[in-house]
């Protein structure tokens, strides 16, 4: 899909948009209903709670957006159906290959603790980050593999996924 004619791809990144914004919702509202059909206990109540939530989203929104940045810099969206032509190695892509879902990650397990909401800490953001493991291994991994070759292979070797790697001690 990465690499069909431009205009279908202009076409569908507001579809790739929406079904990934309606994911997000989902495991908002998801979470929430879940709570209340099992009446599940709240996650942290108080201050403690959301100082967390708010850390994380401290951290997790700016990297979300300024992988979008890189992203628009390179000519390309954060949709799959239209990404970047060259690989992406700069900003926060030198310390991790998918920075931007870190910065999702952060911002839903952020919000899980804002909202106080224990089954979107512990089960819909986990099942959220899980399906998009999935999907990167099976859909975007091969695809980058087939569009970029060694180049990628190399950056995939040196560059975790999600979380970076501490730095080396001299």
């Known amino acids: 899909m990465a690499t069909g004619p431009e205009r279908r791809r202009r076409l569908l990144t507001p579809v790739g948009l929406l079904i990934f914004t309606g994911l997000l919702l989902l495991v908002v509202y998801g979470s929430s209903l879940t709570d209340r059909a099992l009446d599940l206990p709240r ?10 939530g708010v850390l994380l989203l401290a951290v997790g929104l700016p990297l979300w957006v300024w992988c979008i940045l890189v992203f628009s810099r ?3 969206t954060p949709v799959p159906f239209n990404p970047p032509r060259e690989l992406v190695v700069v ?3 030198a310390c ?12 839903l397990f952020g919000l899980g603790f804002i909202l106080h909401s224990l089954s979107m800490v512990l089960v819909w953001t986990p099942a959220f980050l ?8 099976l859909v975007e991994e091969p695809e980058l593999d ?3 070759g060694a180049t990628y292979r190399d ?16």
């Open 43 to 52: 996650l942290s109540p108080g201050a403690a709670g959301s100082v967390i």
């Open 74 to 76: 390179a000519r390309g």
């Open 91 to 93: 900003g926060p892509y």
């Open 96 to 107: 991790v290959r998918n920075p931007m879902l870190t910065g999702v990650f952060a911002c």
């Open 130 to 137: 899980v399906m998009n493991v999935i999907a990167i291994k």
């Open 146 to 148: 087939l569009r970029f």
């Open 155 to 170: 950056y995939k070797r040196g560059v975790p996924m999600f979380v970076p790697r501490a730095a080396r001690p001299w």
